[in-house]
């Protein structure tokens, strides 16, 4: 039997539940004139004006093309991001996420999940604040190679750098001067850097709503001033902070040996570059016309998929009881479509009850379903029914093998750059024992398409040993047992560590 460590393999195949509130808001909503507008990374639904879409359409484009380009290799892909983008914020009320039972109070915001990536915003309200906090989010998405090693204001304030992103031909800015944080800067007390370096996503701090408290403005200041102040020396060894961190450094020890500067000394440097008012962008050349007209497909919806799209709104942040009412009302307008199936058989995954999820699943496949989405949660949600009480799996029969590699590998044909899929795959050939070498090779593209989850790496050390890759394996391992990995995972690396010097090295 292969041994997958429980947690890991837990937070693959199930997605958290969440408490709900509410109901949104009626049929007048759904009735109205939806659309579906199609770009290269983004599918868009409205029932806004087409000009406003168009017009969002192409800043989401140009901030993507730019950072692909300036990226190059680097640029980590990722699935098509959905974007409900409401008429006016009055609309998206009842579909905000809550907050102690009560919707939060955003302009917009960007939700991140392992198998779908979620922009909200309210179009009337649209302007540029509101493009910061969507620029804000996504960057965390697209820096997310970093996601495990940068500290918290480091990936805030990187973050923040970006959110000003401004683009014209070939050009584009980031690290404009924010006047929010600069006013709060001026009025309030810095906290000390021990303290922001002490920030973790429990704290306070963190959790003040749209980056508007002295946590997200200090951030900022410091992340501006050591990437593009005044100090060609601190700019220079920029680079290497993400180094130490890297090797295992503590975040207060990296800092202080990648910037030769002790906390006290940079924070009378960082009072001074306030002082001194000259926050200087950073100018980008990027190969592409980044104003050239964006290739857009444009096509109506009907009312039952504009209730799907909605209820997937709602299942996305966490408010599976209000989703399904729209579920259920998409299955009445049409109940020939796979689509509302598909949401019932995902709100069924969300509240962990698989049985539910492959039986709706299997009736939105059935019906005809194109989403790589139901492909792959219902190949996760029939595997996970062959696991015992403790998450063990254990080498299946024919044609039930047949049928979850070859509902995967749907998935992964409709959309390549889906890294959970390539995971699980990747994993399930491992428990089969019978094509090791494609195991490797989709573990090996699930990390490289989502760098930041270490648990695939587990999974990939655990094939290398299976096919006797031993220096292979404790390659992959060694950055799993650096203090600055989750606890839980460490101690499952470093048990297989010592395994692999075993003189005795059976499959448990």
């Given at each position: 039997?292969?041994r997958h460590l ?11 539940a969440a408490?709900?509130?509410?109901e949104?808001?009626?049929n007048?909503l ?8 199609r770009?290269a990374?983004?599918?868009i639904y ?9 017009r969002?359409?192409a ?11 300036l ?9 098509s991001?959905?974007?409900m ?12 996420p809550?907050y102690?039972g009560?919707?939060?109070?955003l302009a917009?915001f960007?939700?991140r ?6 922009i909200?915003l309210?179009?009337?309200d ?7 906090v969507i620029?804000?989010e ?6 997310r190679?970093?996601d495990?090693?940068w500290?918290?204001w480091?990936?805030e ?6 959110s000003?992103?401004d683009?014209s ?10 006047s929010?944080?600069?006013r709060l800067l001026?009025q309030k007390?810095f ?6 370096f002490a ?6 701090q963190?959790?003040?709503?749209e980056h ?5 403005a200090?951030a900022w200041?410091?992340?501006h001033?050591?990437?593009l102040?005044d100090n060609p020396?601190l700019k ?7 180094t130490?961190?890297?090797?295992g ?8 040996n990648a910037f030769?500067?002790t906390?006290?000394?940079?924070e009378?440097?960082?009072h ?6 000259r926050?200087e ?5 990027v190969?592409?016309?980044?104003s ?9 919806i009907t ?8 209820g997937n709104e709602?299942l996305r942040?966490?408010?599976?009881d209000?989703a ?5 009302q ?11 199936y598909e949401?019932?058989?995902?709100l069924?995954?969300?509240?962990k009850?698989?049985e539910?999820a492959?039986?709706?699943l299997?009736?939105?496949l059935?019906?005809g ?5 139901a ?17 063990r ?12 590699r070859s509902?995967?590998?749907?998935s992964?044909g409709?959309?390549p750059?889906?890294?959970?899929a390539h995971?699980?795959?990747g994993?399930?050939?491992l428990?089969q024992g019978e094509?090791?070498?494609a195991?490797?090779?989709?573990l090996r593209r699930?990390i ?8 695939y ?5 655990q ?15 060694e ?6 990995v989750?606890a ?6 470093e ?7 075993r003189?005795?090295?059976r499959?448990?």
């Open positions: 039997m292969i429980v947690c890991g393999l837990t937070a693959f195949l199930l997605l958290a408490t709900a509130f509410g949104p808001g009626g007048a759904v009735q109205r004139n939806w659309f579906e507008t770009t990374s983004f599918n409205s029932c806004a004006s087409t000009q406003e879409v168009s969002l359409a800043r989401l484009e140009q901030f993507r093309e730019a950072y692909s380009n990226a190059g290799t680097n640029a980590v892909a990722s699935p991001i959905v974007v983008a409401f008429p006016d914020h009055k609309s998206m009320e009842p579909y905000l809550l102690q009560k919707p939060v109070s917009a960007f939700h999940g392992s198998d779908e990536n979620l909200v309210g179009l009337s649209h302007g540029p604040d509101s493009m910061e620029f804000h996504y960057t965390h998405l697209l820096l190679h970093n495990r090693i500290p918290i480091l990936k304030g990187m973050a923040e750098i970006y000003t992103f683009a031909g070939h050009g584009a800015r980031i690290g404009l001067p924010i929010h944080h600069l001026s007390s906290m000390p850097l021990k303290e922001l920030v973790d996503h429990d704290s306070p963190y959790n003040e709503q508007q408290g002295i946590f997200y200090e200041l410091l992340t001033y050591l990437m102040g020396g220079a060894r920029f680079g290497q902070l993400t130490l961190l890297r090797q450094q503590k975040p207060e020890q990296a800092f202080t030769q500067v906390l006290p000394q940079m009378a440097q960082l001074r570059y306030l002082e001194r008012g926050f962008p950073l100018p980008l050349l190969k592409a016309d980044l050239a007209p964006r290739s857009m497909v444009r096509r109506g009312p039952s998929e504009t209730s799907y799209w909605l709602l942040v966490n408010r599976p209000a399904e009412p729209l579920f259920t998409a299955q009445k307008l049409a109940p020939t479509s796979p689509l509302p949401g019932l058989g995902m069924a995954a969300q509240r009850k698989s539910e492959v039986r709706q299997k009736e939105s059935q019906r379903s194109t989403s790589f989405l492909h792959y949660v219902y190949a996760r949600e029939r595997f996970h029914l062959t696991a015992d009480a403790k998450e799996y254990t080498t299946l029969s024919d044609s039930a093998a047949k049928e979850i509902e995967l590998e749907k992964i409709l959309m750059n889906f890294g959970p995971q699980l795959l994993f399930f050939e428990v094509n090791l070498a195991a490797e090779e989709h699930s490289q398409l989502e760098p930041e989850n270490q648990w790496s587990l999974a990939l050390a094939a290398q040993m299976a096919r006797k890759e031993t220096d292979a394996a404790r390659r992959t391992l950055p799993l047992r650096l203090p600055n989750e839980k995972l460490r101690e499952h690396a048990e297989l560590f010592q395994e692999i010097g003189p005795a090295n499959k448990p």
